[in-house]
């Protein structure tokens, strides 16, 4: 008799989970979805927060407000992410790639040259707290942790700093984009 307990005690649990899953799911993907680029890892992340979630409740650990919880779990397996990820530097031939090769034609060089322009321009422009962080890890290739290291800035706000400078440089070359994709 003990056992059945057991088992209606686990279904009930389940069904919790079930049920917060259902609530949260569109709240939690949203909130991720701004903040990851990339959709797999968003899905990746997502998956993670439920699986912590299911493994609380079996270690019968207390949460009181589940809500905020997923949300906190969900903040630090992004910051995992932007942490673990390193951005690659770039060589020769990634650099090369964004020039037009000699044959290439007049048009194919103007382009280049107005992309290039219009991305030193819209760097320019951003806050100087926001170009910092994207030049010293986009252009040079350096770590959150370095930066944060030599700056004395927390690798959170450098990372949302970044994240706000990509939207900026997004919405600012969005013009320019668009112009190249017609042609």
Do not use: C, Y
């Not at 056992?3 to 919790?16: E, I, K, L, R, W």
């Not at 589940?66 to 990634?94: C, G, H, Q, S, Y």
Request: glycine letters at 4%.
């Amino acid at each position: 008799m003990g056992s059945a307990a057991g088992v209606a005690g686990m279904a009930d649990d389940n069904q919790q989970i079930a049920d917060v899953v259902a609530r949260e799911q569109a709240k939690l993907t949203r909130f991720i979805k701004r903040r990851v680029p990339d959709s797999r890892d968003a899905e990746d992340i997502l998956q993670d927060v439920f699986s912590e979630l299911v493994e609380a409740n079996r270690l019968f650990m207390p949460i009181d407000h589940v809500t905020a919880w997923l949300f906190r779990v969900a903040r630090n397996r992004i910051t995992d992410l932007f942490r673990k990820k390193k951005p690659e530097p770039m060589d020769d031939a990634t650099i090369d790639a964004l020039f037009p090769s000699g044959d290439a034609g007049p048009d194919a060089v103007l382009v280049s040259h107005r992309l290039i322009e219009a991305l030193a321009e819209a760097i320019g422009e951003l806050p100087r707290t926001q170009r910092d962080v994207f030049v010293a890890h986009e252009l040079e290739g350096r770590s959150f942790k370095d930066i944060a290291a030599a700056t004395g800035v927390s690798v959170n706000t450098l990372l949302a700093r970044k994240h706000v400078a990509v939207r900026r440089l997004r919405a600012r070359l969005k013009p320019v984009h668009d112009d190249f994709n017609k042609g």
